[in-house]
């Protein structure tokens, strides 16, 4: 067994042993070169789009998490032909739009609200009856952020009380086009909104005062659907007219800089780390973190800029570097909405405080992770003012947190990596009640962080 491998120990729990807590221990340089798997926002809608464009399409890099398993599962529920071929790639044989079939059985989610809140959308305007459960997790998460527009899109809904799973939905064939304004800066719901639109005769417009993560329109456009696109007076105007066709479409999907944001913290908090990220999607909505992170001083270098799969990417070559605390424009907030957990970890480890706000929007992920973060960085040593909309995190000013544990996650991947990254520079470890939810979006996380440290 390789010394890093050691690093993550199951441990016993008060109450008996515990399978899947682990303790993250402290780590040597992360050097050498790394590569993570593909987008899951991508992946997500490679599947969808792929079911409905008539003929086969294939996908190059798609991530093998949970979630995007799950939008596969019930996509297939659903009529479409999903295959993995011996070279790794993925088939999807689509059945084209307004021709999914009426599935047998709930569709079960699982933990990822991306899989819901776009397959509501997709199927609100077919004419099925569909059944929505999901884990504990999942069955929290607001629903009514798109119940709300598909039902003015003509889609019946029957939720759990507080509009959440297990929900009902009868899609309605053919629905009615809207003009919706976005009243929370969402890329799921915009999404939501333009699938419908896709088997909806007439246009349907979403404006969005604040933009999110791009890829719908940009792989709807790659799919051949005209998404027309305009800004007016700072929002952002989408449009789709329908019933659109889509034209089946080869795909490779770029490593999730959500994911290699783990990876880019551990190397800048750990003494000595130089490691290469390699193949890390930088669409410009979704590279904040590493903008925040560089303005804190951390050094991350962008290296063989290039596009793949429509998107912007590059090798990011990360090395420790002393981070300061900053003011974070809370602006910046949706192009690193995933990545504030981690980010919070990094300035536990910085000099002075670093002040987030405007992010109640986290209080509502696969965790509340304000509230999960400030007390799983408090158990691990950390200073931390929770506020109503961010966090008030005052750095160790470079020196290792004390460390300890077991820390809750929630069901959060999120928060088990964050706090698997908090281990790795700590005095004793952080130990992490559960690491099974890691799988749902990066199921290599381990494997990778014993051969960046060993
Ligand atoms: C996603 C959008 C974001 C993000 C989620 C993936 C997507 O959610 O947090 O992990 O693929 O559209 P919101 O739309 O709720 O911000």
């Known amino acids: 067994m390789c010394a890093v491998k050691a690093r993550i120990a199951k441990t016993a729990s008060g109450i008996g042993i515990s399978v899947t807590a682990h303790r993250f221990m402290p780590s040597g340089p992360l050097t050498g070169r790394i590569r993570v798997p593909g987008d899951k926002s991508i992946s997500h809608r490679s599947l969808m789009f792929g079911a409905l464009a008539v003929g086969k399409t294939t996908i190059r890099g798609l991530l093998e998490g949970e979630d995007v398993l799950a939008t596969g599962r019930a996509l297939a529920q659903m009529g479409a032909k999903i295959s993995k071929e011996a070279d790794g790639s993925y088939s999807v044989n ?20 991306t899989s819901t809140r776009l397959l509501m959308g997709l199927l609100a305007s077919h004419a099925i009856t569909a059944a929505f459960t999901g884990d504990a997790s999942l069955s929290k998460r607001p629903m009514s952020r798109v119940i709300d527009p598909l039902s003015l899109m003509g889609a019946a809904f029957t939720p759990s009380p507080g509009g959440t799973l297990p929900l009902v939905m009868e899609g309605i064939q053919p629905g009615v086009p809207i003009t919706y304004r976005l009243p929370v800066a969402s890329a799921q719901v915009k999404s939501a909104i333009l699938l419908a639109a896709l088997n909806t005769p007439g246009t349907t417009t979403v404006i969005e005062p604040v933009p999110t993560r791009d890829h ?28 659109a066709d889509l034209t089946p479409c080869d795909i490779e999907v770029p490593g999730d800089p959500s994911s290699a944001a783990f990876f880019a913290v551990a190397a800048s908090i750990v003494p000595d780390s130089d490691l290469v ?54 602006e910046i907030a949706p192009s690193m909405i995933d990545e504030f957990p981690v980010l919070f970890v990094a300035a536990s480890m910085a000099t002075g405080a670093t002040v ?35 966090l008030l995190i005052h750095g160790s000013g470079g020196k290792p947190l004390a460390g300890g544990g077991p820390v809750t996650t929630h069901l959060d991947h999120r928060i088990a990596m964050s706090m698997a990254v908090a281990g790795l520079a700590s005095k004793a470890g952080v130990e992490v009640d559960s690491t099974e939810p890691i799988a749902t979006s990066f199921p290599n996380f381990s494997d990778l962080l014993d051969e960046a440290a060993s």
């Open 94 to 113: 689509g059945v084209g739009v307004g021709t999914l079939l009426q599935p047998q059985g709930a569709l079960d989610m699982g933990n990822s609200g």
């Open 216 to 243: 719908t329109e940009r792989m709807l456009h790659g799919f051949g659907v005209d998404v027309q696109v305009d800004v007016i007076d700072g929002e952002r105007h989408i449009s789709i007219t329908g019933p």
């Open 277 to 330: 990220i390699e193949n890390v999607g930088l669409n410009p909505t979704r590279d904040g973190i590493f903008r925040v992170l560089k303005q804190m001083g951390a050094s991350i270098q962008y290296l063989e800029e290039r596009e793949v799969g429509g998107e912007p990417v590059a090798d990011l070559r990360v090395r420790h570097a002393p981070l300061q605390g900053i003011e974070v424009d809370p």
């Open 356 to 390: 987030t706000s405007g992010l109640e929007e986290l209080r509502v992920k696969e965790s509340d992770r304000l509230s999960a973060m400030a007390s799983a960085l408090t158990q691990a040593g950390a200073k931390i003012n929770e506020r109503a909309d961010g």
